[in-house]
């Protein structure tokens, strides 16, 4: 079955930096479009940013200026690296993988915590 998991959240202190990543099974990897939502306590999940599968960036509000996202399909993984965080980053953040507007998988979430 298809497989999503992500690594690297943590507790880092304001300012700091995490690099997320999300390496995946049984998914033609370089096919998908590949992105990062979060989900902070009592808000909606939003987008962070996403990676096409020609290797294009776009960020969300939530994630311009601060993160990158970028991929490795020889590894089947994305990641973002996340700089100069706020406590307002403090969220789950999660994969998700897209394909032809039907196809979408997601990862169980990884904690990022960022203190003041």
């Known amino acids: 079955q298809v497989q999503l998991v992500e690594s690297g959240g943590g507790l880092v202190q304001s300012g700091g930096s995490l690099r997320l990543s999300c390496s995946t099974s049984r998914i033609s990897f370089r096919n998908y479009v590949m992105g990062w939502y979060r989900q902070a306590p009592g808000k909606q999940r939003e987008l962070v940013a996403y990676?096409?599968?020609?290797?294009?960036?776009n960020y969300a509000v939530a994630g311009e200026g601060r993160f990158t996202i970028s991929r490795d399909n020889t590894k089947n993984t994305v990641y973002l690296q996340m700089n100069s965080l706020t406590p307002e980053d403090t969220a789950l953040y999660y994969c998700n993988a897209k394909r032809d507007q039907v196809l979408d998988f997601w990862g169980q979430g990884t904690q990022v915590t960022v203190s003041s």
């Open positions: 990676i096409t599968n020609s290797g294009r960036a």
